[in-house]
C-alpha cells in the first residue's frame, strides 16, 4: 500500500468531450469514454505514458486562451482507480507534453465513435 | 550622403514613431527610405510634443492613405505537428506549389483581402496593410481551423468526416475576420455578443464567396463550409445562414442546433455560452436583410454590418438587440429610409425588436 494505482501506471478510464472549434456539434460534445480494458496493449501502454509525462494529475490548471476564436476546448476527465481529475485544454496547447497527450487522446475517441 | 528626409512628405515630421517604422518596413521604397530618414535624426519629434499630439489623429489618417494596400501573405507548413507558425512554403508573389492546401490557403488569404479592399477600402485586417499569415497541415488528422489571434491555422481534417479545411473560402474569410472584429468592434467572446462575434465572420466569410463568384443575395448559397464534410457525413455545411438548423444531421456530428429566431435560443455554459449556435440568429437576419434589400449582398446589407462593425457607439458587449439597433441606425445614415425598413423587417423577422 502508499502507492497510488496511477503511480503504478494503471489508469482505468480516460473521457472526452470537445466544445467549440469552427462549428457546433452536438454529437462531439457528448463525453467518449476510453475504457482501457478494451484498449489494444500497445495503446494503453502508450497513452499512460503521455499521461505520466504530461503530469495530468499535479499540472497546474492551464489558464484559458483569450485571443484564439474558433479553438477548440478539449474536456478531459482521467480516472485511475485512486483518483479522478478532469482538466480543459483550449488550443493551440503551449505545453507540449500536454498538447502530444491530448491529440493521443482525441485520436483515441475518433476510434471509439467510430466504433 | 545626403538625408533622404529632405524629400519627405508633410506628414513625416509629425507621424508617431511606432508608424515610421511600420512604413520602414511595408512601405514603397521612397516611403521607406523616408521614414528611415526621418527616425534616424529627426528629433523634432520630442520637442514638437505638443503639436504631434494635436495631429496625431490626422497623420496617422494621412500615413494610412499614403500606405500601399498590397496583399502579403506567407503560407507556411506545421508539417502534421502543433507548433507555429512551421515552415515558410509559399511567400507573397510565389508560383503555386504542388500542395494544394497551400494553393487554396494562400488564394484564399487574397479573395478576402481582395474583397476587403474592393467592397470597403480596407486594408488588410488591421485596415493598416497587416500581414496575412497561415498555417496548413497543422496536427494530425486535426479537424478544425482557427485564428489564433495572429494569425490563421488549418488541419487536413481526419479524411473520415472532414475533408482539409483549406476547401471552402468562406470558412478563410471567416477566420480572417475574427482579426477584423477584434480589430475593430472587439466583440467579448462570450455570450450574445460572442455569437455576434461569430456571425459577423459568417456575414462576410459568406460575402468573401458571394464577391468571389460575383453572386446576387438570391443566387448565394448562404452556407459555412460548403465542402468540408466527407461524403460519409449526412449534411451539406457546418452551417446555413439561410436555415439554420439544416445544415447536417449526422449519427456523429449530431443534429445541427443552431436558432433561426430568439424563440429558439440556447442558454448554455458551454462553448463560451453557445457562441457558434446561437450565432444562428443574427446569420439569418443578416440573410432577411440581404433579401429584403437584393441585389449584391455585400454592397448594401454588407457595407451596413461593416460600418456597424466600426461604429464606435457599439460596444464590446452589445446584444443582439443593441447590434441590430445600431444596424438600423446605420441603414438610414448610409441608404435611407427603404433600407432602415428592410434591416427592421429583417430583426423582426428573428424576433428583435429595433424600435
Redesign the interface.
Known sequence: MGRSRHQDGLIVRIALSI????????????PVTIDFDRLPAERAARLRELVARARFFSVAPPAPA????????YVIEIDDGTQCRTLTFT???ADAPL?DLV?EIR?CA?SV??G | MHRKHAKCPGFCCIVPPHLLRRIAQRGSATQRDAALGTLATDQTLRLGRATYELMEAGAHKALLTALPMVKQRTIYDAGGGETLPGKAVRHEGDRAVRDVAVNEAYVGLGATFDFYAAAYDRNSIDDEGLHLDATVHFGQRYDNAFWNGQQMVFGDGDGDLFNRFTASVDVIGHELTHGVTADEAGLVYMGEPGALNESISDVFGSLVKQYALKQMAAQADWLIGAGLFTAKVHGVALRSMKAPGTAFDDPVLGKDDQPDTMKGYVHTSADNGGVHTNSGIPNHAFYLAAMNLGGHAWEKAGRVWYETLRDKRLRKTATFRQFAQRTVLNADQYFGTDARKAIAAAWAGVGIKTA
Open positions: 466544445e467549440g472549434g469552427l462549428a457546433s456539434f452536438p454529437g462531439l460534445r457528448k483569450t485571443a484564439a476564436r474558433d479553438a477548440r476546448s488550443e493551440p496547447i498538447r491529440a485520436d475518433r465513435r467510430s
